[in-house]
């Protein structure tokens, strides 16, 4: 289903957190939290699992706006 966020598990939080994935979302939060995550991703390595459980909570908590858009990068 369209309207679902991806499993925590799946390669995309990776990809995201890691940056190697631009995307502006339609949600300026989401860009906010996205940023954050990256940023102390990149300058903590260890804290990259825990970064990806936040964005997902986070995406979650949003699933109605942003599902769609996180669809469309897989």
Do not use: C
């Not at 860009?31 to 102390?40: F, G, V, Y």
């Amino acid at each position: 289903m369209a309207s679902q966020i991806p499993p925590p598990t799946d390669a995309l939080w990776d990809r995201l957190v890691s940056g190697a994935v631009a995307h502006r979302f339609s949600l300026f939060a989401a860009n906010m939290a996205l940023a954050r995550a990256i940023r102390i991703a990149s300058s903590e390595p260890a804290r990259k699992p825990t970064m990806i459980a936040e964005l997902h909570q986070f995406f979650s908590k949003f699933a109605g706006q942003l599902a769609p858009e996180l669809q469309g990068l897989r």
